[in-house]
């Protein structure tokens, strides 16, 4: 919203400064995005006067002058033709910067005679475009600025010229007065009345205006207009041209030029047809679809069934409330006029824009909502400005429809202030505030103006109060303690838990990744997903269309969009829900992780190979141990289809309480993702792990044992299909006073053993806690072990 400080003045009476105005603006919520201010550019030039001048012994076309100015008399060479003894001139002196030519104006030489400045054109001062020759002023006094001479002689090129951002929420503020509303309110200065003088119609309209009743719902709720007859067309006055220009637009008529007016003073467009261009009467009606209509740009459009258009007995004259058409439109040689005023819906208005791609004043402000109170006022001030400057006689004012009726009342609630903003404002001052943006205050109630679509409630009050009164008044306060000491931490078991999660696994190399929570449901599909039940609504896009079964999906697109940028070897971890069903229960948090490529890069020094399950498996288990879960975890077959049949397990507390799953993932399915292997993961079901029977803020003590401990190696021959977890456990199970730790250290498969057999070594170590193991203890263990482990697998110990 672009305007000018000479056209705000005119509804805002105030002494404030240029300066005051911008801040008050943007602290108001209406930001300042740019202000063009030429007096600022123009405060170092000086009125001169030339006192002689004579050609140049060198050049032709060049002057040397002799110029009166308040430093003395100085010598400016001047190439300008109008250059002459007697003139009073624009004078830039050395260090004055132009800005025209982009130039700071210095001491120079031109054909070996010096010069001391430079004597201004009007496009060197971007006054205007005029540059065949240097200014010339009827008056002025040596040394005055010359910025003083224009803001008395022509004010309007010393304008400061302001462009604001407006929010969608406050179309009032596309218009100049509602600027100056909001402006009053702060203390800026006070209102002009702006009296709305009805004028008279002095014959019936012959043309008469209708809306369809498919139309007045949700299209067209008041269409009024009024013929003017025996105007007369023409350029509108130097003061309406110059605010045009001014905020970038280009003047056309009186006629035109007075609609474009309404349109940023008011927030008001209007529409103006040649009457004698009209075919019979108007209707506002929707189109069957398929018409087409030439715009006011030039430009033919054709429009859909359903959108919003006014036409004549013949034909579609015009674009409701975005454009006109170029047949109706007024020319030079109009002497008859239909001015319009009408309030459509807002949704109508954006959908045929967007439609038809159409960017219009009119467009603009109708689908952000104009003042429909002021519909009739508006056909009252611009007749009386189109019979000022054009003359005419206007018929009655017709009316299809009715102004919609806007009436709400919300209740003040004077305290809410402190508690929703937390600024204490009197409530006497609150009162004024709203009485100045004009809403009426009726005991606790304050009335809307009908401007204001935003107020939708008391919190919006409270809002107004408060950005009028300045949100810069907030001070912090630090909140009032409700208990002495330290506070109780507030994140639950599960939070903390999910915190440990990813700092550990960001500790062991990972890089965290946070993906969307929806996928496509071939990706769904993959990993046990893509239902109905898990199925989006209404979904951004058909790539994000289910919500997420797991979060393997999301990882491996990363990893895929990073492989195809040339980044092979990565990991990537994620902790976030995933989702079995549509139902609140039917989701639960996940922590995963996967490795891509390989281990290390390249070395001389080093082994870089591929990543494996055991990689995953000992990730896995580190995390796990961070999160407190128990030491010793049953490692079971049967995980999902989208991991490797043959490598990867479960890991749990017993066949059915499952923690989590590591191993590589399904070379079907890295096909399908399109990402490039090895790729080993792990999920971890974090819900899942024990909680602490007893809660602690420190560490238990540390157990210390001066006693040896004792290692014995076994290996024993078991079916091929035994698993070497099982035959572990049976061995730690043994004594489990005694055996510290069981790892397996070798298998052997096939040889002596036969095809069914296999051969798994474990080390056993016993540590003693009362006294120093004998040899007897030690043996009576190990036959305790080789009890356990045969019963367990079937095994026997090999000779």
Not at 54 to 76: F, N, Y
Not at 301 to 327: C, H, N, P, R, W
Request: aromatic share 6%; glycine share 10%.
């Amino acid at each position: 919203m672009k305007f000018t400080l000479s056209w705000l003045k005119d509804h805002l009476d105030t002494e404030a400064s240029l300066d005051d105005i911008l801040y008050a603006l943007t602290d108001l919520g209406l930001e300042v995005e740019e202000v063009s201010n030429p007096a600022e550019r123009l405060k170092d030039f000086t009125i001169g006067k030339v006192l002689h001048a004579e050609k140049h012994p060198d050049a032709d076309k060049l002057r040397v002058c002799k110029v009166a100015t308040d430093e003395g008399e100085l010598q400016i060479i001047c190439g300008a033709p109008n250059a002459r003894e007697g003139i009073t001139v624009v004078v830039a002196k050395p260090g004055v910067y132009v800005p025209g030519i982009d130039t700071t104006i210095g001491v120079g030489k031109i054909r070996g005679i010096e010069s001391f400045g430079m004597m201004a054109s009007e496009r060197e001062m971007e006054l205007s475009d005029e540059h065949d020759g240097i200014i010339e002023l009827p008056s002025g006094e040596v040394g005055d600025r010359f910025v003083d001479w224009l803001a008395e002689h022509d004010p309007a090129k010393v304008d400061a010229v302001i462009e604001i951002a407006i929010t969608p929420n406050r179309p009032d503020a596309l218009g100049v007065r509602g600027i100056a509303l909001d402006l009053a309110a702060r203390g800026l200065g006070t209102m002009k009345p702006a009296p709305v003088e009805k004028v008279a119609g002095t014959f019936p309209s012959p043309i008469t205006i209708s809306i369809d009743e498919d139309t007045r719902e949700n299209g067209c709720e008041v269409f009024a207009g009024r013929l003017i007859k025996g105007v007369k067309n023409g350029p509108s006055p130097a003061w309406l041209q110059d605010r045009l220009r001014a905020i970038g637009l280009r003047p056309i008529s009186a006629l035109v030029d007075i609609t474009n007016f309404f349109t940023f003073d008011r927030n008001r467009p209007l529409h103006v047809f040649d009457a004698d261009k009209v075919n019979g009467n108007l209707r506002v009606h929707r189109a069957e679809g398929g018409e087409t209509l030439v715009g006011l740009d030039e430009k033919e459009y054709t429009f859909s069934k359903g959108q919003v258009v006014i036409s004549d007995d013949t034909a579609i004259e015009s674009i409701a409330g975005v454009m006109g058409g170029l047949a109706t439109g007024c020319t030079h040689e109009t002497t008859n006029v239909f001015l319009e005023a009408a309030v459509w819906d807002t949704i109508q208005i954006a959908y045929t824009g967007r439609a038809l791609k159409i960017n219009s004043d009119a467009r603009y402000r109708n689908e952000r909502g104009i003042d429909p109170g002021f519909n009739m006022d508006a056909i009252e001030l611009a007749t009386r400005m189109i019979m000022d400057l054009c003359g005419g006689e206007p018929s009655d004012v017709v009316v299809a429809g009715e102004v919609p009726d806007t009436a709400r009342a919300y209740k003040l609630d004077t305290d809410r202030v402190q508690s929703l903003v937390g600024m204490e404002i009197p409530a006497e001052q609150q009162i004024k505030t709203l009485t100045a943006l004009g809403f009426v205050v009726e005991g606790d109630m304050a009335h809307v103006p009908s401007w204001r679509p935003d107020v939708q409630g008391s919190a919006d009050l409270v809002e107004e109060v408060a950005r009028v009164a300045s949100l810069t008044k907030l001070q912090g306060k630090p909140m009032e303690r409700t208990q002495a000491g330290v506070p109780e931490v507030i994140l639950s078991p599960m939070q903390k838990r999910e915190q440990i999660a990813r700092r550990t696994t960001a500790a062991l190399g990972y890089n965290e990744c946070v993906t969307y929570s929806f996928i496509d449901r071939k990706s769904a599909e993959l990993f046990g997903g893509g239902s109905d039940a898990t199925m989006l609504e209404n979904p951004i896009s058909s790539e994000m269309s289910h919500m997420r079964p797991s979060l393997l999906p999301g990882l491996l697109q990363a990893a895929a969009r990073n492989q195809a940028r040339g980044f092979m070897d990565m990991a990537l971890f994620e902790c976030g829900a995933v989702f079995h069903g549509g139902e609140p229960g039917e989701q639960e948090n996940i922590l995963t992780g996967i490795l891509v490529g390989r281990t290390v890069a390249k070395d001389i020094h080093g082994e870089s190979r591929g990543v494996d399950l055991y990689d995953a498996k000992a990730d896995m288990e580190a995390v796990m141990n961070a999160l407190g879960a128990p030491t010793k975890l049953t490692y079971n077959r049967g995980t999902n289809g989208w991991w490797h049949p043959g490598r990867s397990a479960k890991v749990g507390l017993g066949p059915k309480k499952v923690l989590g799953a590591f191993g590589e993932l399904h070379p079907k399915v890295l096909a399908e993702m399109d990402v490039k292997g090895p790729v080993v993961a792990f999920a971890i079901h974090t819900a899942e792990i024990p909680l602490p029977r007893k809660k602690s803020a420190s560490r238990g003590a540390v157990t210390m044992n001066d006693l040896q401990a004792v290692e014995r190696d076994f290996a024993f021959v078991v079916d091929k299909g035994v698993e070497a977890i099982n035959l572990v456990n049976a061995a730690a199970g043994a004594d489990k006073a005694l055996i510290e730790d069981v790892r397996v250290f070798d298998e052997f498969i096939g040889g002596s053993l036969g095809e069914d057999k296999k051969s798994i070594a474990v080390t056993v170590r016993l540590q003693p806690t009362e006294a120093t193991l004998k040899e007897a203890d030690i043996e009576a263990v190990a036959a305790k072990i080789v009890e356990k482990v045969s019963k367990a697998t079937g095994g026997e110990l090999r000779g």
